[in-house]
Structure formats: C-alpha cells, structure tokens
C-alpha cells in the first residue's frame, strides 16, 4: 500500500473538493508536497492550469498585482523570499485548521469560489466617447482576480497591525470562505458586480 503526498506533509489535498462547476477544471489540486515548481511553467502560455493553488497563491503573495488601471501598486516595490513565504503560508494554514477544523486548503479554495468575479466592466471606445459595457468573465481570469484580490487584502490587512502575517492570511482567507463583507477580496467583488450591474 502506498502512503498519500500531503501537503507539507500534513494535509491531504484529494479530500479536496471545488464546489463552483465553472471553476473546477481550472483549480489544480494535484497531490503535492512542496508547492514549488521553479517556473516550470513560466514561459509556456496558458500553463497555469497545471500549477498548484497553493503556489499560485504563494505566487501572488510575493507579487500582488495592480490595483484598477492605474498602476497604483508597483510591481518593482514588492518582492519575497520563498523559504520565509513557505514557512509562513505552512503557519497561517495551522492557525487556519486550528480555528476552523477544516481542511485549509479546502478553506482557501472556498474562499477563490466566493472572490470570483462573475461578471466585470470592459471599457471601448464608440465615436468620440469611451462606453462602458459588462463582460462575463472567463475561467482563468475569475481565479486571476480572486487571488489577486486576497493577496491585496492581505497586504493592505498586513500594515499598522501587531498580528503576524500569518495570522492575517489565515483572517483573510477564513473571511472570503465564509463571504464575510470584511474579506478586501468580497468588498472588491461586490463593488465591480455593482459597477457591471450598472453598466448592463
């Protein structure tokens, strides 16, 4: 008999399940041990699909992304070491399993489910003026955002407080799951679904 890869030794991913039909051929959760592939996938177009959630969210803790069109947030500011990152994401998953009894992955995938965009404003420009129009958002993107979304909420969550980042992750990723308004992730979809409302 065989023994399972968990995650980080310790947690196993195939008890995993993603409950959200337009989502679940586009999260991996593969079992793995160490979610760190080096780039593996970099260079290759459309190759996300093969990374692990967890990487992608570690990924994207290190760089957050831009906020809106502006370029408020500067990539260039915003760097992280991968063993500091690793051991950091391994805590904030045992504050998680600590406080909820569940699964953290299975958390951290409740929360991408509920910070996915459903729909989003596309702007063109129509003669002299620039209209504004709602577009359905893809597969690839809605989990784009989700993570992009909690990685800044985490960020934002992380300044002027004496809790570990650890602990912020796990608010933040704990919040999202159970689509609490104070997740950033949840504030940020219900303002664009508001805004793509509008735009209909």
Same mark, same amino acid.
């Given at each position: 008999?065989?023994?399972?890869?968990?995650?980080?030794?310790?947690?196993?991913?195939?008890?995993?399940?993603?409950?959200?039909?337009?989502?679940?051929?586009?999260?991996?959760?593969?079992?793995?041990?160490?979610?760190?592939?080096?780039?593996?996938?970099?260079?290759?177009?459309?190759?996300?699909?093969?990374?692990?959630?967890?990487?992608?969210?570690?990924?994207?803790?290190?760089? !957050?992304?831009?906020?809106?069109?502006?370029?408020?947030?500067? !990539?260039?500011?915003?760097?992280?070491?991968?063993?500091?990152?690793?051991?950091?994401?391994?805590?904030?998953?045992?504050?998680?399993?600590?406080?909820?009894?569940?699964?953290?992955?299975?958390?951290?995938?409740?929360?991408?489910?509920?910070?996915?965009?459903?729909?989003?404003?596309?702007?063109?420009?129509?003669?002299?003026?620039?209209?504004?129009?709602?577009?359905?958002?893809?597969?690839?993107?809605?989990?784009?955002?989700?993570?992009?979304?909690?990685?800044?909420?985490?960020?934002?969550?992380?300044?002027?407080?004496?809790? !570990?980042?650890?602990?912020?992750?796990?608010?933040?990723?704990?919040?999202?799951?159970?689509?609490? !308004?104070?997740?950033?992730?949840?504030?940020?979809?219900?303002?664009?679904?508001?805004?793509?409302?509008?735009?209909?």
């Amino acid at each position: 008999m065989t023994e399972k890869l968990l995650l980080f030794n310790r947690w196993d991913i195939s008890e995993v399940k993603v409950d959200d039909p337009g989502l679940k051929n586009h999260i991996n959760l593969d079992p793995i041990l160490i979610p760190r592939t080096g780039g593996r996938f970099a260079t290759k177009p459309f190759q996300k699909e093969k990374i692990s959630i967890v990487e992608r969210l570690m990924n994207k803790l290190m760089v !957050s992304g831009h906020r809106g069109k502006k370029h408020k947030l500067t !990539s260039g500011h915003q760097a992280g070491n991968v063993q500091v990152l690793y051991k950091i994401i391994k805590k904030a998953f045992e504050i998680i399993e600590k406080r909820t009894k569940k699964n953290p992955v299975q958390v951290l995938v409740n929360a991408i489910e509920n910070a996915a965009l459903l729909e989003e404003v596309a702007s063109y420009r129509l003669g002299g003026i620039i209209a504004r129009s709602s577009v359905v958002v893809s597969p690839q993107r809605r989990i784009d955002l989700a993570l992009r979304h909690i990685s800044q909420g985490i960020q934002k969550a992380s300044f002027k407080t004496n809790k !570990s980042l650890a602990e912020v992750i796990s608010d933040e990723l704990i919040s999202a799951s159970n689509n609490d !308004s104070k997740s950033f992730a949840i504030q940020e979809r219900n303002r664009i679904e508001r805004e793509a409302e509008g735009a209909r």
